[in-house]
Structure formats: C-alpha cells, structure tokens
C-alpha cells in the first residue's frame, strides 16, 4: 500500500491511499477494459454496435477513457461514413 501525507500550511497532516496500480490489482489477460463505450445492453441496429465496437477499440488502442469529437469523427470517417452533399 502506498499511503503518503499531505499537509497543508496550518493544518495537521492528511493521509490518502493511493489506489491506483495496487498489487493484484491488474486486471488479467484477455479481459477488456471497464471503459468501455458500449454497454451490456443489445443494439437495435448493426450500425450502432459496429460503431460503438470502433470506439471501444480506438479507446482502448490510444488508451483514451474519453475521446473528444474530433476523435469522434475519425472512428466515423474510418468505418467508412462520409457526409452526402
């Protein structure tokens, strides 16, 4: 456990954990990420879970927990969507 302590002038010392990277903490092999953009619930359509299957993969490829929209319209561009004039 990493515990360190913070003080502030005037004040007694707090202490916090640091939880991030505990020991056997480390989520194993072959399991996704819990950030992902889809969720438990079915797509109505195909399109929809294609899409949310191509944000969950360039999330999890650029290690982004969010992604801005200019993010966004890449994943979109990519799959091959292109506004019609």
Do not use: C
Not at 67 to 82: H, S
Request: glycine share 8%; hydrophobic share 30%.
């Amino acid at each position: 456990m990493n515990v360190s302590a913070l003080q502030q002038p005037g004040q007694s010392a707090q202490t916090f954990e640091d939880r991030r990277n505990k020991a056997g903490d480390a989520r194993p092999e072959g399991l996704p990420d819990r950030r992902q953009f889809r969720d438990a619930r079915n797509y109505s359509s195909p399109g929809a879970a294609e899409l949310g299957d191509a944000i969950d993969k360039y999330k999890a490829d650029h290690r982004r927990r969010f992604i801005t929209w200019d993010e966004l319209y890449d994943v979109i561009t990519n799959l091959g969507y292109e506004k019609k004039l």
